[in-house]
């Protein structure tokens, strides 16, 4: 409109409160992603084995429908820190897969386009827009690992009574704090390659390979070497580890704990690094 005829009017609306605005982030992008067929239908086989873990849960104190069939509960259906990280590791490896899926259309698609200096350009800081694009895979993955691992673990705590609760209470705690490390590395992860790769095919690969490559490199140098701190850029050894302490159990990994919480850190501060070099609201061609 011209401005000589001074109809214009400042917005007079209501203000989006400052520390929720990166929100609007993973509310455009939901949109999107859910218009895929494919990763509902794999959210979907996400949930079958937690459902079976509750069927299991029940059926190992339902007594009187496994007298029915002569089943020792004590000895086949037994509920221990065993059976929780053992569901954890499953569902850890469903959130890799989803997790190459998604990763990759979420920070490409604006690197692509340019759209940086469109989102930096209003009171949107780069924190906020990391926080953002970070929490869409964060709330999917939390989904399929340690939300429905909790439930199991009330299934449970249910069931057996409050003794067994008191005693295990612990296993809460580890079933919420492990996967949501994992989740955390997995969620850095992605969003390096997306920022770094913007063909979305060659960035979900390179996500399977920091999985696959890692664990085939680990072994190469502790066999040439003789050595066993290879296996630290192994990031499923350095889980294991880290879930091993956590669950109380021996994962058999032979890495120590303190070098695999350093490990761990050194690759969420590369992946940061890596961000930070390139989200931003210009980008310098050579």
């Excluded at 509310?27 to 069927?55: E, H, V």
């Excluded at 299934?155 to 003794?163: K, N, R, S, V």
Aim: with cysteine; hydrophobic share 55%.
């Amino acid at each position: 409109m011209a401005v000589y005829k001074r109809t214009y009017k400042g917005y007079a609306g209501a203000l989006t409160a400052h520390w929720s605005r990166f929100l609007i982030l993973p509310r455009y992008s939901y949109a999107r992603l859910f218009q895929s067929k494919i990763l509902i239908l794999f959210l979907t086989g996400c949930f079958f084995y937690p459902l079976g873990a509750a069927l299991f849960i029940y059926l190992s104190h339902n007594l009187s429908f496994l007298r029915t069939f002569n089943i020792q509960a004590a000895g086949i259906f037994e509920i221990n820190p065993r059976f929780f990280l053992f569901f954890c590791n499953f569902q850890g490896a469903m959130a890799y897969l989803l997790t190459a899926f998604v990763g990759p259309s979420l920070i490409s698609p604006d690197l692509t386009n340019n759209a940086l200096p469109l989102y930096f350009s209003r009171p949107f800081t780069r924190t906020e827009y990391i926080a953002g694009k970070m929490s869409v895979l964060m709330f999917l993955l939390s989904l399929i690992t340690w939300i429905p691992g909790l439930i199991l673990f009330g299934i449970q705590a249910d069931l057996a009574g409050w003794q067994w609760t008191r005693e295990n209470l612990w296993l809460a705690g580890a079933i919420f704090v492990g996967p949501l490390v994992w989740i955390t590395v997995l969620s850095l992860i992605a969003m390096a390659m997306s920022a770094w790769v913007k063909w979305k095919v060659a960035a979900g690969a390179l996500i399977l390979g920091v999985y696959f490559a890692g664990a085939g490199f680990g072994r190469a140098i502790n066999g040439v070497l003789r050595i066993r701190s290879g296996t630290l850029i192994d990031l499923t050894d350095v889980k294991a580890t880290i879930w091993g302490w956590m669950f109380r159990y021996d994962t058999g990994t032979g890495l120590d704990l303190t070098d695999a919480w350093i490990a761990l850190g050194i690759a969420c501060a590369i992946c940061l690094w890596l961000l930070v070099k390139k989200v931003r609201a210009f980008e310098v061609v050579k």
